[in-house]
């Protein structure tokens, strides 16, 4: 049986399975290792929770046990099959030292090959690779030995070791010990902690999740092992890091979405730059992109991410020009950061009296605070390039011509338009954006919400935490692709916890003084009774000043272009940065 051909995970993945990777993977640790740095190479194989629709056939498993929902009922590997795995696991790391790296890491948790053996949930095998916690160990621990056979004792190994699952009748905590002691008896010389068989929510967590939440499981192993102990997950900020470390809860630290956000992390960190990082605020779009789109990596934060590096790069213009830009969210921020390294006098001008546009409302959303991580890092790096920031200055045509730029850059966001529901202007209904800035509170009283994309839910989950009863009310059955795939659950079962009603697949039919009438799909007419009434849905991008205005380089940007995602925005301000 060829294994590996049963091994992807996604079409970017990297592969170590054949001779014929060592050169490629040679010049990658060669390029690393110019700087002075120590290169490591991640071992994994899915099992169980391989793409189906690039291996074209059946996965494999130590049990035959759906792993995930959805996912196909995996095979289970015969103790011949499993052999040879652990033969291709020793190979692998040949290879990898063949290429130069200095360390493997074995990626024994999320839920993949080796977990799923360790995994009482999925490794219900009776024979000796099934039962005891000495038996579904005995699969990584011949991997270890392997390894140790073809690279010599002394090559370092380490373990990403999945020490805690969040399902019932999972590795918890304290067989996670008990696993990692043993790894650690056998010669293992770093264990990775990480959490094993969980959800994509607790490993790849959504924005609402507390910075360094899962440190306390690197705590618990560093009590029972002599090896180093690396933790990892949601560790954002070079201070938060240090204090892992000063309190004796690990002896490294790991880095993963937090070094997409900003390469340069490190470099900061030691230089005491810490205001100049960008905090990786857990959006998740390099999640969206790996698995769930099957796409190259790609940053909300960091457009340079998943782009040519020549052309991500910013080189001075030939000619200086005056920019002006009108609107200081995420899409004219970085417009005016990237004009300004490229040696232009800008300008960058909001009606408002801080910088941030919508993100300044999105922040008061419940767990949605890291936000405001992005204003803060243009707040500082706008300055210190020598961008003219102007606030609380209403731009239109005269001023633009008045200014006489060279540029002109649209940045101005989107605005709701009155839905065309019969009634709806007899009535006296809020926008979410007066809600969420505070022009108006609403505090227990019934309040109809209507849209159910990520404005509409956030906005109702804003207005449950003040005691109010929330109904929503959606057009659709599915959740707005709109909403980053590992937080729509996350929101989902919080706004059921807050007890906000959502009512999917309706028609708005009318709209009175005290209820909405609604249609289902039935053809059922209801009443939905309110004390207020907020509007979320029907945004168009606010660009008309770009119609009225005559410039010879005029440009639209993030949702003045066209309402989406912080990720569109930056991008966008980015690309026009670098074009002028």
Known sequence: MRAFSRRRHGTTQPRIDADEFIPGLHRLVQAIHQ??????????????????????????APSSIQIKSGAVIPRALTKEEIEEIVDMFGKAALRAKKAGFDMVEIQAGHGLLINQFLSPLYNKRRDEFGGSLDGRIRFLKMIVEKIKDYNGKSFPISI????????????????????????????????????????IEKRLEPMPYPQGWRVYLAEGIKKVVDVPVIAVGVIREPWFAEKILQEGKADFIALGRALIADPQWPKKALMEEEKIIRRCFSCNECVRARHFEDLPI?????????????????????????????????????????????GHDVYLFDKEDQIGGTLNIAA??????????????????????GVHIQLKEFIDKQKIEAFSPDVVIIATGSELIMPQIQGIKNISCLSFKE???????IEREKVVVLGGGLIGLETALFLASFGNDVTVLKRYKTISKDIDPVYAPHLLSILQKQGVKIISEVTIMEIEQNHVLIKNNSKELN??????????????????????????????????????????????GFMIGRRI
């Not at 805690?164 to 905590?173: M, T």
């Not at 605070?369 to 500082?380: F, M, N, P, Q, V």
């Not at 945004?539 to 940007?557: G, T």
């Open 527 to 572: 009443k939905v009774y309110f004390d207020k009434i907020v509007l979320t849905r029907e945004l168009m991008p606010s660009n008309k000043l770009a119609k009225e205005i005559e410039v010879d380089e005029i440009y639209l940007i993030g949702d003045a272009l066209k309402p989406r995602r912080i990720f569109n925005a930056i991008y966008e």
């Open 364 to 385: 008061v959303v419940p767990g949605k605070d890291k936000l405001r991580w992005i204003i803060e890092y243009y707040a500082y790096a706008l300055p210190k390039l």
């Open 435 to 441: 809600v969420l800035k505070g022009e108006v509170k």
């Open 298 to 342: 790609r940053c909300s934060f960091n457009p340079t991410i998943g782009i040519d590096k020549k052309f991500a790069s910013i080189k001075k213009a030939k000619h200086k020009k005056k920019v002006m830009i009108v609107g200081a969210g995420p899409a004219g921020m970085e417009a005016a950061r990237v004009a300004a390294l490229r």
């Open 160 to 199: 990403r070791l999945g020490v805690e699952e969040f399902e019932e009748g999972g590795i918890n905590i304290e067989e996670g010990k008990c696993i990692a002691k043993k790894l650690s008896d056998v010669g293992v010389d770093a264990i990775h902690v990480t959490l094993g068989g969980a959800t």
């Open 35 to 60: 700087y002075g740095v120590k290169v490591g190479i991640e071992l994994a194989h899915p099992g169980g929770v391989a793409d189906i629709r690039l291996i074209k056939t059946q996965p494999v």
